[in-house]
DNA sequence: TGTAAAGCTTCCAGAAGGTGGAAGGTCAAG
DNA sequence: CTTGACCTTCCACCTTCTGGAAGCTTTACA
């Protein structure tokens, strides 16, 4: 099959295949006489992985290994295991980052008003001094 | 001062500061018979606000929009709360998005044994197809 | 005084993961 | 014969910086 059809069964865009491609996550698609490339459904099977792998938040360098896993029938489980750990540890860890951006922000929102005045505790806190960066405190706060 | 001290004072990188002049975000810093950036305290005032504003997840549009009405004594508070409120819903969707990965990842990594041997239930996962997507059912499911 | 290091300038490239568009080849239907 | 749907490649853009190169100025030190 030609590449359109390869997108529509995978349900990816056409772009994105041969931008697959490029990124070597792919092999490169066999030719057909008049240069059009040429799918197996194998060939979408693979791209349903992707799909699914980077749909799970995967980045595009983990699928590559996690697919060189999946072809790899020595493969150990721990290899993949570790891979899933370490992406589902960074998510963790960008859900605890939002949680405090979503405490501070609310918190913000709730305190404004909202009205056609012009003061406002949002505009107040970003332009506050003393937002606790990575500098030391010499003093312990009271 | 020059861009250094700027950079010091605000915690923000030299190369930060020169790209929000070329975004617009700040104005044009005053140039030194030299050709020197310039910058005055106020200067440094709207870096750390801008730190403070990404800090909490704006972006640069919004940051542009936040400093304008900050400069704004005629400004309505709503016009800030309707931003930091759709920045608001933003955070909470990306929250419940990482929250369904970490739900699903979790469970493949609970049941992955990770081991030597090949069988892995979450290369399984990648590679079985009927993970519904945007495709709509025609019929329900039991 | 010479020189080396630090700090400044501009411009270009890359990261991540695509997306959009332009210019042009190919093929089937009407 | 032309139209339209596909296909090709290549380049630019999105976001928010970050790193590096080439070159100028200033400062510090021997």
């Known amino acids: 099959m030609r590449i359109g059809e390869a997108a529509e069964q995978s349900q990816l865009p056409t772009k994105t295949i041969r931008f697959y491609e490029k990124e070597g996550l792919i092999n490169p698609a066999e030719r057909q006489a008049n240069g059009y490339r040429s799918y197996s459904s194998k060939d979408v099977h ?3 992985f992707l799909k699914r792998a980077r749909s799970l ?8 290994v996690l697919l060189s896993l999946y072809r790899d029938r020595e493969r150990s489980s721990a290899d993949v295991k570790r891979i899933a750990k370490h992406h589902l540890a960074d998510i963790e860890r960008k859900i605890e980052e939002l949680l405090g951006l979503k405490a501070v922000l609310g918190e913000l929102v709730d305190k404004c008003h909202g ?3 012009p003061d ?6 970003l332009a506050k001094a003393g937002h606790d960066g990575v500098r030391r405190r010499h003093t312990m706060p009271r």
Chains 1, 2 share one sequence.
Request: proline share 5%; charged share 35%; with cysteine.
């Open 115 to 117: 009205d056609d005045r």
């Open 57 to 64: 938040g995967f980045s595009l360098q983990e699928c590559r």
């Open 120 to 125: 406002c505790p949002i505009l107040d806190d």
């Open 46 to 48: 693979t791209l349903l």
